[in-house]
């Protein structure tokens, strides 16, 4: 499966998280380190969620940048 990961960059770190996982976060100090983070924040979830019995939720989201004209 293809989910689609949004990443944000704050003043002193970076976070992470799945539309598509509610619940599915990674925070660090870098993207670099968020990104390996929010890798296994996917595989604990979806591990969890099949332990519960919960179904995978198929990827719905998607994400694109737009450049617009600043004033």
């Known amino acids: 499966m293809e989910y689609t990961v949004i990443y944000e960059r704050g003043p002193a770190s ?6 598509d996982l509610p619940g599915c976060i990674a925070v660090g100090k ?15 979830h979806l591990a969890a969620m099949r332990r519960d019995g919960d179904p995978i939720p198929e990827p719905t989201s998607e994400a694109e940048k737009l450049t617009v004209a600043a004033r």
């Open 30 to 44: 870098t993207k670099l380190i968020v990104q390996k983070r929010i890798r296994k924040a996917v595989a604990m």
């Open 14 to 19: 970076w976070g992470a998280y799945l539309p």
